[in-house]
């Protein structure tokens, strides 16, 4: 089979590593990014810059997008100039971005109508497993379209897991961005206790870490904790758009609300752009 062209639509925090591994891995790259500047590191890599997000559909086989929140993934489908505006049949969308399971299953639905394949493939895992292609991909898609897009997922992740349709693969994510905000929310105030009773940071982290309460997670955050310091590998705003997305799903467990309500002070204090574990620097000024 001749290999796929692939288009890349979103250079931030994930979708800048995300494309750069599939220009390493030898698939021939077109970018498209809303802020022109960012493409140029793709570009210098090897990549071509498409001039629109027309010329981005047109010019690849598939379409990757990688976009903030659901506003912005809607935009890039259905706006005048956008993914859906001219006829493409056949082609293959993967929206990767964590959008609510509504909004992918309206996105395969519209697809379906222009004959465009769709998979929702958001992925768990940040910036660093972006990097070392080591995500976890969680992929609602056809049987068919499933084998189309695995060599694609097989260089972004470390495993990929088809969980049903259009849209679960959503769902799935938001189930475990609710896991990751519990851990973060978790270990913030574990830290902050043990602080105001004397206990080092240094110490506490070791003691979860190196014990039965640490994981993955705890482990990763643990640099930044020490230094106190929380430049966004996942930026805060994404979870609170994602607990929100999931309330909005359903969830209404006797958690969700008092952590919603947590990280929502923490983005109104103004710590949206900042890392997820900057939701420590919130719970201290408490
Ligand atoms: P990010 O750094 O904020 O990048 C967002 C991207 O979306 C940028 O390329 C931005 O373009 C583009 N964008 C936003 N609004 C747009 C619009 N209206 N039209 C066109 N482009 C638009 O976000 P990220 O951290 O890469 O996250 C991307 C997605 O992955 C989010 O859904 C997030 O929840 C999810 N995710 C993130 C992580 C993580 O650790 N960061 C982990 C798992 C999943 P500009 O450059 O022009 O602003």
Known sequence: MEALK?????????????????????FEVVVFNRSKHKEKE????????????????QTSDVVITMLSNDEAVKEVFENENGLLSQDNPEK????????????????ATI?????????????????KPA???????????????????????????KVSIPVGTPGKASS?????????????????????????????????????????CGNGITTIKANSILKDDYPAAFALKHLVKDLRLAKEAGLDSPLIHP????????????????????????????
Not at 42 to 57: F, N
Not at 195 to 211: A, P, Q, T, Y
Not at 273 to 286: C, G
Request: charged content about 20%.
């Open 92 to 107: 293959l969308i993967i929206n990767m971005s964590t959008v609510s399971p509504e909004t992918s299953r309206y996105l």
């Open 131 to 157: 990097q070392d292609g080591t995500l976890v991909i969680l992929v609602g898609a056809s049987d068919e379209d499933y084998v189309l897009a695995k060599p694609i997922f097989n260089v972004l992740g």
């Open 42 to 57: 793709l570009v210098d890599l090897g990549a071509t810059s498409a001039a629109s997000i027309q010329e981005l559909i």
């Open 172 to 212: 799935a994510k938001l189930a475990i961005n609710y896991l990751l905000g519990l851990n973060l929310q978790g270990l913030a105030e574990t830290i902050i206790f043990a602080e105001k009773n004397g206990v080092r940071k240094e110490d506490m982290l070791s003691i979860i870490n190196e014990g039965a």
């Open 6 to 26: 692939l288009g890349w639509l979103g250079l931030g925090n994930m979708g800048n590593p995300m494309a750069k591994n599939l220009l390493k891995a030898g």
């Open 259 to 286: 952590l919603y309500d947590s990280y929502e002070t923490a983005q109104k204090e103004g710590l949206g752009d900042e890392d997820v574990m900057a939701i420590i620097t919130s719970l201290r000024n408490k």
């Open 111 to 127: 697809c379906a109508t222009r004959k465009i394949h769709f998979i929702d493939a958001p992925v768990s895992g940040s910036v």
